[in-house]
T-cell receptor, first 115, second 112 residues
């Protein structure tokens, strides 16, 4: 089984709809991240969480919110989706105090299309 | 601020050719440097990393050396294969933080 999973893998929605993307991990890592990928722009950080009670905004948090329900789960919500939020979304985890150090481990991504 | 600049793609090579993908960075302190690879339809995977100056990261025939004097971390492979076709991202973690800052990515296409 994959260590970092994301659901759904693909989603098409309409402008103004609320949508939630979910991420789960079995790696036991405290730190979790949400990124979006746009063609030619690399990945940009939306939100990150260092533990269940510590959530921080990234570079592009406007229009997004997150919830860290447990160490293993980190959800990203779009309260009112707009077309320019069409992108590929990735969840990642890390464990700086462990053997992998500051390496981040990524899920397979969710392709979101907002019409 | 912190940033990563990598060469624009796409890079198109024949099988067994030599590969270089340039990456330079701007950062304060002593960042860790990474190369991630994204195969078609998949998420990002760590390819290699280096955590201090003059360290060489290597994996699957790929290498990159952390050059602080030139603020570079160029990716090289001596003989590419069709299966190396992917998008390659250079990234850094700023000193004391655990947030990845990515370059724009370079698409590599290897033809038989």
């Amino acid at each position: 089984d994959a260590d970092v999973t994301q659901t759904p893998r693909n989603r098409i929605t309409k402008t103004g709809k609320r949508i939630m993307l979910e991420c789960s991990q079995t790696k036991g890592h405290d730190r979790m991240y949400w990124y979006r990928q746009d063609p030619g722009l690399g990945l940009q950080l939306i939100y990150y969480s260092f533990d269940v009670k510590d959530i921080n905004k990234g570079e592009i948090s406007d229009g997004y919110s997150v919830s860290r329900q447990a160490q293993a789960k980190f959800s990203l919500s779009l309260e009112s989706a707009i077309p320019n939020q069409t992108a590929l979304y990735f969840c990642a985890t890390s464990d700086p105090g462990g053997p992998s150090g500051d390496t981040q481990y990524f899920g397979p991504g969710t392709r979101l299309t907002v019409l | 601020g912190n940033s990563v600049t990598q060469m624009e793609g796409p890079v198109t090579l024949s099988e067994e050719a030599f590969l270089t993908i340039n990456c330079t960075y701007t950062a304060t302190g002593y960042p860790s440097l990474f190369w991630y690879v994204q195969y078609p339809g998949e998420g990002l995977q760590l390819l290699l990393k280096a955590t201090k100056a003059d360290d060489k990261g290597s994996n699957k025939g790929f290498e990159a050396t952390y050059r602080k004097e030139t603020t570079s971390f160029h990716l090289e492979k001596g003989s590419v294969q069709v299966s190396d076709s992917a998008v390659y991202f250079c990234a850094l973690t700023p000193d004391g933080y655990n947030k990845l800052i990515f370059g724009a990515g370079t698409r590599l296409a290897v033809h038989p």
